[in-house]
């Protein structure tokens, strides 16, 4: 039988678990908002439209913050637009998704949404055709208490108190040829380093994510990240990264290990901030946004620069709505290990997306609301990870990846809030056809009482659907023992396993 090893101490701490690591992101994109999160009509709806189904959903998932309004969709969007009376609010052409975009809902509606779940706001202003002046106005109208032009019209929409965004988006993946105003890495420097000084006018203690590269496979990966912060570095807080993964060309092994690329991709992030910071003989260290991740089935997806006729360019389209399987969940466990694994430099994250779009959750109109198989570890995770990430001593097996060499079959991470008197323990196996029996040593952690669930399924290719929505679901494993301090547990091939300790 394969073994692995893991040693727990809790002297050994990588960093305090920032709980904005579990973000994620509502963009207005084909069914996230519309026939989404909002559906007059829909039997669950409230009067503001908004279905409470999936609201206890989005709850349950135990998301913190939400990025809003885009993505792509932001560099082209006007946010006025979607502020004061519905009836006055313009369609507008939304080049980024090749849809029609009505307005209805907006900022002031968003924030009731988003306070409703439980969420904080994360927001990205648009400098892709806009730029200082209009992030200053949102800023405004969103922030200020009132007795001024912008904040008085909030007051005058309806919404008394401020919204008090703290955390804002020097727009979107800028460096993305696709991406609306690209340019090169110091054009946006110069407007990004010009909005955060404008906006610190009116808040110094505003937090500022700069646009990092919006995955480590663009060509200018590294020196786009290196010009922005040393433009911006005095001015911003973080440094966003962006990673979807998918199989390439049915290479399931690789897939299975896409934590790897993003353990790399967030290690290089992390050296060249800390490059720059030393070239400004900084005392300052910028941190990790990990502000868009998931699994994306990218290369199925239909372009939507195919549908051409303006005129025919459709509300809320049902796009980019992959459904997941048991390996797909436990690939998205294994990048939720590596955020983890990371926690003294990610600090934030944003799992693309929330509802219908490479969601958790998926909506019918006028039907039900469901849990997609990537759900489960997100919300284990978001409820069990507290307090700090451990370091860990992992012995493993390891097995031939062709993009990642030789790794590790077993990956893992462990937590440990001393407060409560709880630990816990994340693992994904990473073999395609080998169960691993895995031995934790958590004496020094002094815990007596021990449970653990896994996801897994004999078919990997199971998916959770409106008829069948529980089809893939974690259940308890079993074979989890703890003895003198020592846990031990199987993992089956291809899974995810959470163990809870107090
Ligand atoms: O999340 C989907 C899209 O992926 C976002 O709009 C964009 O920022 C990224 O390329």
């Known amino acids: ?142 922030n200020i208490h009132s007795g001024t032009a912008l904040s008085d019209q909030r007051i005058a929409n309806g919404t008394t108190e401020p919204h008090n965004i703290r955390i804002w988006c020097l727009g979107n993946e800028m ?40 995955g480590a496979g663009m060509p200018t990966f590294g020196e786009w990240d290196r010009i922005v912060l040393e433009e911006t570095y005095d001015d911003v807080d973080f440094i966003s990264c962006h990673a979807y993964y998918e199989p390439v060309d049915g290479d399931l092994s690789s897939f299975l290990a896409s934590a790897v690329n993003m353990d790399r991709f967030i290690e290089s992030v992390v050296a060249t901030a800390d490059h720059v910071k030393a070239l400004r003989r900084s005392e300052k260290t910028i941190n990790l946004s990990f502000d868009e991740w998931n699994v994306w089935y990218l290369s199925r997806y239909d372009n939507v620069d195919k549908i051409t006729d303006v005129a025919s360019w459709p509300k809320a389209p049902r796009i980019l709505e992959d459904s997941y399987t048991a390996l797909d969940a436990v690939v998205f466990g294994g990048l939720m290990i590596s955020l983890l694994r990371h926690a003294d430099r990610v600090t934030a994250a944003s799992l693309a997306q929330l509802v219908n779009v490479i969601a958790p959750i998926m909506t019918e109109p006028g039907g039900p609301a469901w849990r997609q198989t990537t759900f489960h570890p997100f919300a284990i995770t978001s409820r069990l990870a507290r307090g700090v990430t451990l370091e860990l001593k992992l012995e493993s097996p ?31 196996n990473r073999s395609l056809t080998e169960e691993v029996t895995v031995q934790i040593d958590a004496s020094r952690l002094g815990m007596s009482e021990l449970s653990a669930e896994t996801l897994h399924d004999d078919d990997i290719h199971a998916r959770n659907t409106a008829d069948d929505p529980d089809r893939v679901v974690p259940a308890p494993n079993t074979s989890a023992r ?21």
């Open 1 to 142: 039988m394969t073994q692995a090893h893991l040693t727990l101490d809790p002297h050994f701490v990588v960093g305090r678990i920032d709980r904005r690591v579990f973000g994620s992101f509502v963009e207005h994109l084909g069914r996230c908002v519309y026939d989404g999160i909002y559906e007059p009509g829909h039997p669950s709806s409230g009067e503001d439209g908004f279905r409470t189904d999936v609201m206890e959903l989005v709850r349950e998932l135990g998301v913190s913050t939400i990025r809003y309004p885009g993505g792509n969709f932001v560099s082209g969007y006007r946010w006025e637009d979607g502020v004061g009376p519905r009836e006055k609010r313009p369609r507008r052409l939304d080049l980024a998704w090749h849809s029609l975009e009505t307005n209805e809902i907006g900022l002031d509606e968003f924030a009731r949404w988003s306070e409703a779940v439980g969420s904080e706001i994360m927001y990205a202003v648009n400098l892709g055709t806009r730029g200082v002046q209009e992030a200053l106005d949102v800023l405004e109208y969103a």
């Open 482 to 502: 703890l003895h003198d301090g020592i846990i031990t547990v199987t993992l089956p091939a291809v899974s995810w396993t959470a163990v809870s300790l107090s």
């Open 398 to 428: 390891t097995t031939p990846t062709a993009l990642y060499g030789e790794v590790p079959v077993v990956d893992a991470v462990a937590t440990y809030d001393e407060t409560a008197g709880a630990a816990s323990v994340f693992l994904v």
């Open 175 to 214: 460096d993305g040829p696709w991406q609306l105003g690209h340019g090169t890495a110091q054009d946006y420097a110069q407007l990004a380093g010009k909005t955060a000084r404008a906006m610190r006018q009116i808040d110094p203690d505003l937090e500022l994510v700069i646009c990092g590269s919006s």
